[in-house]
């Protein structure tokens, strides 16, 4: 079964430096990975996919993710955090009859002033 | 823009009670589902739907049930609300089986409260 897994509950960074939110991912096949973004009470937002070609994906709001085959990994950076990061991240992954997505367990990004 | 919509942002029901949780999207999309958030446990499914009329159980389906009588809606009923279903739940759709590169989009969620 393809599975994703988020090692760190939660990450914290000050405003300015880089961000590094991590995932790695269990997949049969060529995976096809998502990262997710839930700010405080309300649902989650896409904020970029792997598919193939680049392994470096570019996303909305600044965001990138970095696909390693060789680590099975796709974290997810951010060259300098803002306070309005602040969110819940979620990695996910298709199954392969592409009806569903399966997400990892979340990690809490808080960026302080 | 696209939309997901659920018709509430937060209920608060009586153990007991029979509660329906309302979805609605416009960009007629085949697949929809409900999912369960809570604090450590990340998004778990509880049912997905692929067409109208047609239902799959998720990861957590005991005392839910779902309903889709159009292609645009989708609802979660629970039974006989439990304190134990007190939740975060958020529906979401996404376009057909087998395109496995394109996003799900989500809507606001709705925090249960069961009292």
């Known amino acids: 079964a393809q599975s994703v897994a988020q090692p760190e509950d939660q990450v914290n960074v000050a405003e300015g430096n880089p961000l590094t939110v991590k995932c790695t991912y269990s997949?049969?096949?060529?995976?096809?990975l998502f990262w997710y973004v839930q700010y405080p009470n309300r649902g989650l937002q896409f904020l970029l996919k792997?598919?193939?070609?680049?392994?470096l994906v570019k996303g909305s709001y600044g965001f990138e993710a970095e696909f390693n085959k060789s680590q099975t990994s796709f974290h997810l950076k951010k060259p300098s955090a803002l306070v309005s990061d602040s969110a819940l991240y979620f990695c996910?992954?298709?199954?392969?009859?592409?009806?569903?997505?399966?997400f990892g367990g979340g990690t809490r990004l808080m960026v302080k002033p | 823009d696209v939309k997901v919509t659920q018709s509430s942002r937060y209920l608060v029901k009586r153990t007991g009670e029979k509660v329906f949780l309302e979805c609605v999207q416009d960009?007629?999309?085949?697949?929809m589902f409900w999912y369960r958030q809570d604090p450590g446990l990340g998004l778990r499914l509880i049912y997905f739907?692929?067409?109208?009329?047609?239902?799959e159980k998720g990861d957590i389906p005991e005392g839910y049930s779902v309903s889709r009588e159009k292609k645009e809606r989708f609802s979660l009923i629970l039974e006989s609300a439990s304190t134990n279903q007190t939740s975060m739940y958020l529906c979401?759709?996404?376009?057909?089986?087998?395109?496995?590169?394109?996003?799900?989009?989500f809507g606001q969620g709705t925090r249960l409260t069961v009292v």
């Open positions: 979401a759709s996404s376009p057909p089986p087998g395109r496995r590169n394109t996003e799900a989009f």
């Open positions: 996910a992954v298709p199954n392969n009859a592409g009806n569903m997505l399966t």
């Open positions: 960009m007629d999309h085949e697949n």
């Open positions: 997949v049969s096949g060529n995976p096809y």
């Open positions: 739907s692929y067409d109208v009329k047609m239902k």
């Open positions: 792997y598919i193939t070609g680049d392994n």
